[in-house]
Every structure is written in C-alpha cells, then in structure tokens.
C-alpha cells in the first residue's frame, strides 16, 4: 500500500508505505540518502512506530497525513528538516 504526499511546506514529496512488514515507512523524493525511515508517533522517527495491519486505503492514508501534520508542526516549530 502506497501514499504520497507533495508538500508545498518542505516543498518534497513524500512517499509512505508498507512493505512485507506492517511498519510504515516514509522516502522523502529530495534525499535519497534519508529514504525508508520508520515512521512512529507524534511526526518523528524514534519512539513508537507506526504500523498498518488493514486492507482499507483511506484507513492508511489517514495514519499517513496524520503523522505529515505532526512532522509539519515540529518542522514549523523548530525549522528542521528531520
């Protein structure tokens, strides 16, 4: 299952998916060298991850922008990148 996301904020795309495992991971199409990350909650990538077990896309996308919306907001608050 695949998701991206363009963002006009960081002005990337994002790519989220679930391969093999139930873990999300997110490639960020600028830096090849920062792609497959673990995503986990609250918009990071330490802590608890993030993981889709459904078959339902809408339920996936959902995960997804939720945790753009937090990366954002951290990204916002502190003007870093990762």
């Given at each position: ?25 997110v490639d ?12 986990c909650k ?32 951290d990204f ?7």
């Amino acid at each position: 299952m695949v998701c991206t996301i363009k963002s006009k904020i960081i002005n990337d795309t994002l790519n989220f998916s679930v391969i093999g495992s139930h873990y999300i991971y997110v490639d960020f199409e600028s830096d090849k060298d920062f792609n497959h990350k673990q995503i986990c909650k609250g918009g990071d990538f330490m802590g608890s991850t993030l993981s889709y077990f459904g078959e339902s896309e809408k339920a996936f996308k959902d995960i997804c922008k939720t945790w753009y919306r937090s990366y954002i907001a951290d990204f916002k608050k502190y003007d870093y990148r990762y």
